[in-house]
């Protein structure tokens, strides 16, 4: 404003001194109106550039903080998989390899049906860490494993299945309507029945277990017994 001002205090005298005619006087106060809307004009790009700038870095954080994010949750999710998975494995091959020698004196049928069952959940565990390290890998990365989904309410067969070759007897059976579910809440199904069959191989001395699956309209009730220390329930 005060250049303004300043400027028309001195363009007024200096058109009367020289021309003194209004063309003079229109023609300057022209090129000052155009000189001073060609600033704004270049003022206001500016702004808009560094306001460009400025929200491509914010949205550059912003992603940058969600991939970090995605990632803790991968790996946290991956480390949930991988407990899950070493963790039914390991006790039951604890369990039967501490059960065989006793087996091989008395019962050798036994003994070489808990070996079985050792080298075949050893084998399932192995498939499974390929699995969750396969998602660790690129695509196409030399040797990478291939990529497999995740565990589902009807593999619970074969859990079950490992389990009796085991020496647990376990029934398992389903009440409802049967009906697919998303494929991440029939990992979690898979999940939370295996650890709570694990839990009864390691800590409840039971010989028998009972899985149920009750299939309610907007529900899934997961029930785990057994007859172990406890009579538990899940």
């Known amino acids: 404003m005060a250049v303004t001002v300043l400027t028309f205090a001195a363009i007024v005298p200096s058109v009367a001194l020289n021309t003194g005619e209004a063309r003079g006087l229109l023609f300057s106060l022209f090129v000052f109106v155009a000189a001073y809307t060609f600033g704004r004009l270049a003022h206001t790009r500016q702004a808009y550039l560094a306001a460009l700038v400025d929200r491509a870095a914010q949205l550059e954080r912003a992603n940058r903080i969600e991939a970090e994010q995605a990632t803790g949750r991968e790996r946290a999710r991956i480390a949930r998989e991988m407990h899950d998975i070493l963790s039914h494995a390991v006790s039951i091959m604890i369990v039967r390899a ?11 049928a036994r003994a070489e049906a808990a070996f079985d069952a050792i080298s ?33 309410i009807a593999e619970q067969a074969m859990l079950v299945g490992r389990l009796r070759r085991s020496g647990l007897h376990v029934d398992y059976g389903t009440t409802g309507r049967v009906r697919p579910l998303p494929l991440d809440i029939e990992a979690t199904v898979y999940r939370v029945v295996q650890e709570a069959l694990t839990n009864v191989v390691k800590h409840a001395a039971a010989s028998r277990a009972d899985v149920q699956l009750t299939y309610g309209p907007n529900t899934l009730e997961i029930t785990v017994t057994d007859n172990g220390r406890g009579g538990g329930t899940v």
Do not use: F, K, N, S
């Not at 396969?134 to 995740?150: F, N």
């Open 98 to 108: 501490e059960a065989g020698p006793v087996a091989v004196r008395t019962a050798p």
């Open 120 to 152: 075949e959940t050893g084998r399932d565990a192995m498939t499974q860490l390929r699995r969750m390290l396969g998602v660790l890998r690129e695509d196409g990365a030399p040797g990478g494993a291939p990529r497999e989904p995740q565990p589902d």
